[in-house]
């Protein structure tokens, strides 16, 4: 009789901000970078995606997925390129193996969540498509590192393959026209900077007018100003970024992250048409963060914006009360975690009091404007990569779960 057990596994995957972006493609199809990329994992206990993967040969014939509750169109170039070579991984498995049952020959029933705003430049593609090849991964019992398996994330969502390790990883472009050294690898663990904290300020949950996709493969082809990001900028900037980590010199850390942030920026500026991720909202958080600075005398926190319009402010714990504190105290917003304090007078002890105090004034109607226009923060920090879990979102009947 035909196996008709249901085999399941299920993962979470982590949302990765790259502090040295992404940015254009050598290749499309295989999603190959015209330049190398650092992001920091951040902690699951705040942004996650959960993902249950499950097959049976009592499946239908194709594969399907629902994401956040409605079916999702798996026949796409992007995921399928996934599927296919999680598939033959297995296929050779099973070749060595004649006891193995068939898994790579059943259809698959994929279910997957995310806890934060699909498509809104917080990296939900990323923390999918990982979530989704670590669980299928799981499922067939595969042996391979999350450094190997990051050649296949890479096919669904380029950073997602960042999103397969934790801390502070690296994804390297490489020069071979088959992609085999274009890998992530961990440029530090998290526990060697562990108080790295990032503050999200949710500027707009909106899915983003120009995709990312869109966006790059329009800037390779108009931007004066990409070659020398890609072939000068970047290179340096990934020295620069590597060594600050491995030294955990924030200062070094923070100019870089700022920069490189706005040299993405100015490069999307300069496509035709133009690509405005910004809004008045996220510029007003660059103010309130070059102020926060002036007040401290020195780089205590960093801001950085992906594709879209919300900060993602990086400082280490032991400036909580100078960045995360001070914010607060003006920002009064859903999203705060319960222990966090606000500090709206900081600054009277810092740079003689009246200078810092004069840096504030100069950013009053900033903070105005976040008070109008985020919707939530997320404090969260650096964390670890996917994680192997046994909370189903599909039963043992092979049906998704209602909650």
């Not at 499950?54 to 997925?65: E, G, K, N, R, V």
């Not at 120009?210 to 970047?234: C, D, H, I, N």
């Not at 950085?304 to 032991?318: C, H, K, Q, S």
Request: glycine fraction near 6%.
């Amino acid at each position: 009789m035909e196996d008709q057990k249901v085999y399941r596994a299920s993962t979470t995957a982590p949302v990765n901000i790259a502090v040295v972006k992404y940015w254009g493609k050598r290749d499309p199809t295989l999603n190959l970078p015209t330049n190398s990329s650092l992001s920091i994992t951040l902690s699951q206990s705040d942004l996650r995606t959960h993902t249950t993967a499950s097959c049976s040969a009592s499946f239908p014939i194709t594969d399907t997925l629902i994401l956040n509750g409605s079916p999702q169109d798996i026949s796409t170039p992007r995921p399928r390129a996934c599927l296919h070579a999680l598939r033959a991984l297995r296929a050779t498995l099973e070749d060595a193996d004649p006891a193995l049952p068939p898994l790579s020959t059943f259809p698959l029933r994929i279910v997957s969540v995310n806890n934060f705003p699909t498509a809104a430049g917080l990296a939900s593609s990323a923390a999918g498509f990982a979530a989704l090849v670590r669980a299928v991964a799981d499922l067939y019992e595969l042996p391979h590192s999350a450094t190997e398996l990051s050649l296949i994330a890479r096919q669904g969502s380029g950073s997602a393959c960042r999103s397969l390790l934790g801390g502070y990883v690296a994804w390297d472009k490489g020069s071979r026209d088959d992609g085999t050294d274009s890998v992530a690898r961990v440029v530090a663990p998290r526990a060697h900077w562990p108080d790295m904290r990032a503050l999200i300020l949710v500027a707009s949950a909106e899915k983003k007018g120009v995709s990312s996709t869109t966006g790059m493969q329009t800037t390779v082809k108009t931007s004066s100003l990409f070659k020398t990001r890609a072939q000068v900028v970047v290179p340096q900037r990934m020295k620069e970024m590597e060594k600050a980590i491995i030294e955990r010199d924030f200062e070094t850390f923070g100019k870089t992250t700022m920069a490189e942030s706005n040299s993405f920026h100015a490069t999307c500026l300069d496509t035709e048409p133009p690509i405005f991720y910004l809004n008045d909202i996220s510029r007003a958080a660059i103010r309130v963060v070059e102020g926060i600075n002036k007040m401290a005398g020195k780089v205590i926190a960093a801001y950085t914006f992906d594709a879209g319009p919300n900060a993602v402010i990086y400082y280490l714990e032991e400036h909580d009360m100078q960045v995360a504190g001070l914010i607060k105290a003006f920002l009064s917003t859903e999203g705060w975690q319960p222990q966090q304090k606000s500090d709206d007078f900081w600054w009277e002890g810092v740079s003689g009091g009246n200078s810092a105090d004069t840096h504030f004034r100069s950013v009053q109607k900033e903070f105005v404007t976040l008070q109008e226009g985020v919707s939530r923060v997320i404090q969260t920090r650096v964390g670890e990569g996917p994680i192997s879990v046994d909370d189903h979102l599909i039963d043992e009947k092979g049906e998704p779960n209602s909650a």
